[in-house]
């Protein structure tokens, strides 16, 4: 039985969403991301929110942010990196042939969907209905099982997601909490979910305003005030993701978790760290490297050639 029972855990997709894309407005005011605000040297809080996927032991992580901010975030993270949990294991033989990497995705918002209910927790959506249609195209096998989710604005050092990273990866839904709130109390937790969440989730999505007063006819030309239209995209992530049922799901407490969503709570961060040991994990893990085209036109490179 536990042979049966490893290669259920094994045969298992956990897909990590990093939601980027949102809007909310932060007051960092700075020229880069605010997701790329620094956190310790050469270590800023996306490249942490890819390191928590990997320490929870995701397959692939797909981060979704829009067309403006996707070069530079992919500049900085490639397009793979490596499971902490085997990278460093010494006394293994084939050390190469062990260590496994981790894809990373770039997913963009639809344009009909921007400004109008493009808030953090439709990010998580999308994102999620992203990778399912695709992974399903490729395979059933590779049909995700479970999605965990990781703010790039909440941080907390990943590795203590290690013991857990089983039960994260089981049938059971997890959640991280830090002094008893967890994501229903509008905090960045991360936290993991299955399809009849998602199904919940996107109801409460489709509940926001549109155009026009709920209640009237299409051919009615009674429209909302701009203030009230396409209110969805101002949903917090507590109203959104209220369906989740945390007393049947596995409680994950950590230490040292903040919220960074603005330059008070940035600033209590940098005055608490001093207390606490950041450093940008070693080169095995945050790989920074990028995948070889497909194909190239030799054409264009022989121009003039006979």
């Known amino acids: 039985m536990?042979?049966?029972?490893?290669?259920?855990?094994?045969?298992?997709?956990?897909?990590?969403?990093?939601?980027?894309?949102?809007?909310?407005?932060?007051?960092?005011?700075?020229?880069?991301?605010?997701?790329?605000?620094?956190?310790?040297?050469?270590?800023?809080?996306?490249?942490?929110?890819?390191?928590?996927?990997?320490?929870?032991?995701?397959?692939?992580?797909?981060?979704?942010?829009?067309g403006d901010f996707a070069p530079v975030v992919r500049k900085r993270l490639g397009d793979w990196c490596g499971d902490p949990v085997w990278a460093h294991r010494t006394f293994d033989r084939n050390i190469g042939v062990s260590k496994r990497r981790i894809p990373i995705y770039y997913v963009g918002v639809n344009p009909k969907d921007r400004y109008k209910r493009d808030c953090t927790a439709w990010s998580v959506i999308h994102g999620a209905l992203t990778a399912f249609k695709t992974l399903q195209a490729i395979s059933t096998w590779m049909i995700p099982s479970k999605y965990y989710v990781s703010f790039p604005h909440g941080f907390f050092p990943a590795w203590q997601l290690r013991d857990h990273r089983k039960i994260i990866n089981s049938k059971k839904n997890c959640y991280i909490t830090h002094t008893g709130v967890s994501v229903l109390d509008n905090n960045f937790t991360s936290f993991t979910f299955g399809k009849d969440e998602w199904l919940k989730f996107r109801r409460i999505i489709r509940t926001g305003t549109g155009r026009k007063v709920p209640g009237s006819l299409w051919s009615d030309d009674i429209l909302l005030d701009p203030s009230e239209m396409w209110s969805a995209r101002w949903f917090g992530v507590d109203k959104v993701f209220e369906p989740l049922n945390l007393e049947e799901a596995h409680e994950i407490p950590v230490e040292n978790y903040f919220n960074l969503r603005s330059w008070d709570e940035y600033r209590d961060f940098l005055c608490a760290s001093r207390s606490i040991v950041i450093r940008r994990p070693t080169k095995s893990i945050l790989l920074g490297s990028r995948s070889n085209r497909v194909s190239v036109d030799y054409l264009d490179s022989d121009e003039g050639q006979t």
Do not use: T
């Open 2 to 66: 536990e042979n049966v029972r490893e290669i259920e855990e094994e045969g298992r997709n956990l897909v990590g969403i990093i939601p980027v894309a949102g809007h909310e407005s932060f007051d960092f005011d700075q020229p880069w991301p605010d997701c790329m605000m620094p956190i310790g040297p050469n270590y800023n809080l996306i490249e942490a929110a890819v390191v928590e996927c990997a320490w929870a032991g995701c397959k692939s992580i797909w981060i979704v942010v829009n």
